[in-house]
């Protein structure tokens, strides 16, 4: 059973990928493997001047969780190096109640 994961505030991601490689490089990944990888949805124009158009991270298989930081009190890196503060690491239960907050926000269970 999962009792941490990351919260994802989709909404706020610039789609920079900073994400990506900061995974890759703590892990040693090749460069066509991912602990996290950036979707992204649009654009097209929905109605009037309404845009859809967003950025969304997957977790593959590969991430770990960044267990080796995450046992030394560090967050995940992935967590450490976005700039736009999109995404969140905790206790499920703790990032659930967060998610109640806003939509637009994606909840992955990972370990
Ligand atoms: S938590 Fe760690 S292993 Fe998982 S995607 Fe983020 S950086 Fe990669
Ligand atoms: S580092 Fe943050 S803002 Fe940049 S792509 Fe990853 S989740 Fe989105």
């Not at 960044?66 to 990032?95: E, F, I, N």
């Amino acid at each position: 059973m999962a009792e941490y994961g990351i919260l994802v505030d989709y909404e706020w991601c610039s789609g920079c990928h900073s994400c990506e490689v900061a995974c890759q490089m703590e892990h040693g990944f090749e460069p066509d493997h991912f602990g996290i990888k950036i979707a992204e949805l649009g654009p097209w124009q929905i109605a009037g001047k309404k845009w859809q158009h967003a950025n969304i991270p997957l977790f593959s298989e590969q991430c770990d969780l960044c267990a080796a930081r995450t046992t030394q009190g560090k967050l995940p890196t992935c967590v450490h190096h976005c700039q736009a503060a999109c995404l969140s690491y905790g206790t499920l239960d703790a990032l659930a109640a967060q998610l109640k907050e806003k939509p637009q926000q994606a909840l992955v269970a990972l370990r």
